[in-house]
């Protein structure tokens, strides 16, 4: 008796597998609603791209409009290439971002002194600052005038914190300054 193959997994099983492995991996919660919006700052804009490039925890490369542009991440920080949990970062990020269209949303300021976009990332409906905050990968770092998430991102901070996750228990992000 000869068997057929297997079907080839459906988009919907693929997507489901990948947030089964994120939720092992990292604690998230697929289910779990998204967070409700916050407006970032009067001028919010967005624009919709591929991640082409991910760069380090709190900073990626997207296509937009068939030109790459470097965004980091705005209210959060990760570890440096030279310090502790710089790659357990990176690879939290890679995991969010990686080949995936991305939403970026604008808060206040458009660009840093070295030309990245500063926005916040979507995906889906992730908000990857914030996952990465939870997740005690990054920590909430308040870049003025940018603040419509900083509350939120402190809070998170704080309880990644109290849970041990993600880089916490290194002590990397234990240098007593939230703002840059």
């Known amino acids: 008796m000869t068997?057929?193959?297997?079907?080839?997994?459906?988009?919907?099983?693929?997507?489901?597998?990948?947030?089964?492995l994120l939720a092992c991996t990292f604690g998230f919660d697929p289910n779990?609603?998204?967070?409700?919006?916050?407006?970032?700052?009067?001028?919010?804009t967005s624009e919709t791209g591929r991640v082409?490039?991910?760069i380090d925890g709190d900073t990626i490369d997207v296509e937009l409009n068939g030109q790459a542009f470097r965004v980091r991440y705005v209210g959060i920080n990760?570890?440096?290439?030279d310090e502790t949990c710089y790659r357990p970062a990176v690879d939290a990020n890679r995991l969010l971002?990686?080949?995936?269209?991305?939403?970026?949303?604008r808060d206040v300021s458009d660009t840093d002194r070295f030309g990245r976009l500063l926005?916040?990332?979507?995906?889906?409906?992730?908000?990857?600052?914030?996952a990465l905050v939870e997740q005690g990968y990054?920590?909430?770092?308040?870049?003025?005038?940018?603040r419509a998430y900083y509350d939120l991102f402190r809070r998170l901070e704080q309880e990644a914190r109290a849970a041990g996750r993600g880089c916490h228990p290194t002590g990397i992000f234990d240098d007593g300054s939230d703002t840059r």
Do not use: I
């Not at 068997?3 to 089964?20: D, E, F, I, N, S």
């Not at 990760?78 to 290439?81: D, G, I, M, N, W």
């Not at 971002?97 to 949303?105: D, I, P, S, Y």
């Not at 926005?119 to 914030?130: E, I, K, P, Q, S």
């Open 52 to 54: 082409v490039r991910v």
């Open 97 to 105: 971002v990686e080949g995936k269209t991305a939403r970026l949303v």
């Open 3 to 20: 068997q057929t193959p297997p079907h080839p997994p459906t988009r919907r099983v693929l997507t489901w597998l990948a947030l089964t």
């Open 32 to 44: 779990a609603p998204p967070p409700q919006p916050v407006t970032p700052g009067t001028g919010a």
């Open 119 to 130: 926005r916040y990332v979507y995906v889906g409906d992730l908000f990857v600052n914030r």
């Open 138 to 146: 990054a920590e909430a770092v308040l870049y003025e005038p940018d």
């Open 78 to 81: 990760t570890p440096e290439r």
